[in-house]
Nanobody, 124 residues
């Protein structure tokens, strides 16, 4: 089993930055691909970014490319999402997810474990 706990969400003005963290407990964090997804009110959950088990591969949604950066610290069992140049359309609940393999995936059904989410609100 893997437990994921997100933190770092909040209210920020457009153009600002936030850094989300996802702390993992359980087995084999350093062997798992990790991803961030988001879900805006009334919309489906959408892929944001993913990172491979070593951090050597990443994959970004076009909507966040160049603004968001994913990283991980396997010694701390933590994955991060640095979000810069935030826009009102980035407002959503952000979820951290873990796969059972080390590969990068964008499809949510490839992820076996999910956190509870953290709210990010960007005001205009």
């Amino acid at each position: 089993q893997v437990q994921l706990v997100e933190s770092g969400g909040g209210l920020v003005q457009a153009g600002g930055s936030l850094r989300l963290s996802c702390a993992a407990s359980g087995r084999a964090f350093s062997s798992r691909g990790m991803g961030w997804f988001r879900q805006a009110s009334g919309k489906e959950r959408e892929f944001v970014v993913a990172i491979s088990e070593s951090g050597g591969s990443t994959y970004y949604a076009d909507s966040v490319k160049g603004r968001f950066t994913i990283s991980r610290d396997n010694a701390k069992n933590t994955v991060y999402l640095q979000m810069n140049s935030l826009k009102p359309e980035d407002t959503a609940v952000y979820y951290c997810a873990a796969t059972s393999t080390g590969t990068v995936f964008s499809a949510p059904w490839k992820y076996d474990y999910w956190g509870q989410g953290t709210q990010v609100t960007v005001s205009s």
